[in-house]
């Protein structure tokens, strides 16, 4: 069982900017980004390949967000530049062990993160 634990989330105004970190507890394929605001339904943010040769990125944050991964340290981060009060949610890690491409949906990922909170203020 992997174990995804996220951290780097804060309070930041419009225009600034956070890192996430996710550490899993093993080697894992494809990881991903994923963010839910209040009264929304979780949504995709940006997802990797194991040898980062496959990105995606929701058109939300396309130019502003930047996802990359250190398989040393069985890591996955993701740069968010540019935030806006839009971008307030919780985001979560999330991994598959048996996927190794860059998807946006949900169920490819078996494992998931407890979930770092992001507020943007204006």
């Known amino acids: 069982q992997v174990q995804l634990i996220e951290s780097g989330g804060g309070l930041v105004q419009a225009g600034g900017s956070l890192r996430l970190s996710c550490t899993a507890s093993?080697?894992?394929?494809?990881m991903a980004w994923f963010r839910q605001a209040p009264g929304k339904e979780r949504e995709f943010v940006a997802a990797?390949?194991?040898?980062?040769?496959?990105?995606l990125y929701a058109d939300s944050v396309k130019g502003r967000f930047a996802i990359s991964r250190d398989n040393a340290k069985n890591s996955l981060y993701l740069q968010m530049d540019n935030l806006k009060p839009e971008d307030t949610a919780v985001y979560y890690c999330?991994?598959?062990?048996?996927?190794?491409?860059?998807?946006?949906?949900?169920?490819?990922?078996?494992?998931w993160g407890q979930g770092t909170q992001v507020s943007v203020s204006t």
């Open positions: 999330a991994a598959s062990t048996d996927y190794n491409g860059a998807s946006p949906y949900s169920l490819t990922y078996k494992f």
């Open positions: 990797v390949s194991r040898a980062e040769g496959n990105i």
């Open positions: 093993e080697r894992t394929f494809t």
